[in-house]
């Protein structure tokens, strides 16, 4: 089954059965619940959805969370206890949330290594056309250096958090993704991404894919997105389905220059597939979008959006 995120929705209609009827005309029956909806209009959900529409997966932290929610609001790789501990209690909620709401999956941002973020200096590049230059890889290489030496102690914070989000999880019988992010200097990078999935071995913790963060991380030189796929898939609940143009994700898909053929496996074998698109797109692109991703997911051999 094909959801949608309820990100579509920012500033566009905070009326719970406009939400499900776009959701339904749409030609869809899931929904991905993501840390925008305030608490007053899920309250207004809650009794729209499980007639037609099924919540497949919800978002950290939800309900919104301050002014205007998000997924780092608070930080599960803190360093500092009071403020990790306070990203755990948050996430046992949207846990809960997603328990009640009969969810398979609660998607998880797991923070970030305490340095710089040296995104703008990389889209400068990529603006430039020099992102390949031997300056820009060599920005890439000690900006990676300098993310391992400052690494361990960010991380085991995350591995703490996810020790005890692990457990609940499995009394409430839910999975926990894990999302691979859009900047350098967010958790996990690649190889986190492993250290985690051996720590949880056996428990309630996977892999959720993000097939946007994943496309700017490639076209930033960070790393390649069939990298990700060809270690990770077999243990992925989930997949984040949007385009990227340069560094602009959250496109319907078929608006950007992703090759989405090439990952039309992955497509297909995701337990959890959500289209997050963000409000900029059109309703009428985000229709050809889905017409686009379901021919992929079929096996057509050269979709047209």
């Known amino acids: 089954m094909l959801g ?56 950290n932290f939800f309900p919104r969370r ?18 990790r501990m306070t990203a755990v209690k948050y996430t046992l909620s ?9 969810a398979r999956a609660v998607v998880l941002h797991l923070g970030r290594v305490d340095i710089g973020n040296p995104s703008e200096r990389l889209k400068g590049f990529y603006r430039a056309a020099r992102i390949e230059s031997a300056e820009a890889r060599a920005f890439v290489e000690e ?23 692990n457990s609940e999880a499995r009394k409430r019988d839910l999975v926990l993704g894990i999302e691979n992010r859009y900047h350098l200097h967010e958790i996990p990078d690649f190889t986190e991404i492993g250290k985690i999935l051996r720590e949880f071995k056996g428990g309630h913790v996977r892999y959720w894919h993000d097939v946007g963060h994943a496309g700017v991380q490639e076209n ?21 389905i949007h385009d990227v ?10 608006q950007g220059e992703l090759d989405f053929g090439q990952m039309g496996a992955a497509l297909r074998s995701a337990p959890i597939k959500i289209l997050e698109v ?20 079929a096996g057509e051999a050269e979709p047209s959006f």
């Open 94 to 102: 949207t846990m809960d949330y997603a328990g009640t709401l009969g």
């Open 278 to 297: 963000h409000a900029k797109v059109e309703r009428e692109d985000l229709g050809r979008g889905i017409r686009f991703i379901e021919a992929v997911m």
């Open 66 to 83: 301050g002014e205007k929610g998000g997924g780092d609001v608070f930080l599960l790789s803190s360093t500092d206890e009071e403020e």
């Open 4 to 59: 949608i995120s309820t990100c579509w929705w920012t500033q566009r209609s905070s009326q719970a059965e406009n939400i499900v009827k776009d959701i339904l005309d749409l030609g869809l029956r899931g929904v991905e619940l993501e840390y925008r909806i305030s608490p007053s209009v899920y309250e207004q959900l809650r009794h729209e959805l499980g007639k037609s529409v099924k919540v497949l997966s919800v978002h």
């Open 220 to 240: 930033l030189g960070i790393f390649r997105q069939e990298e990700l796929l060809a270690a990770y898939s077999n243990e992925m609940i989930g997949i984040h």
């Open 245 to 254: 143009r340069g560094c602009d994700d959250h496109l319907a898909p078929g």
């Open 143 to 165: 900006q990676k250096r300098l993310r391992r030496s400052r690494a361990q102690r960010n991380l085991d914070a995350v591995l703490r958090s996810l020790d005890r989000l």
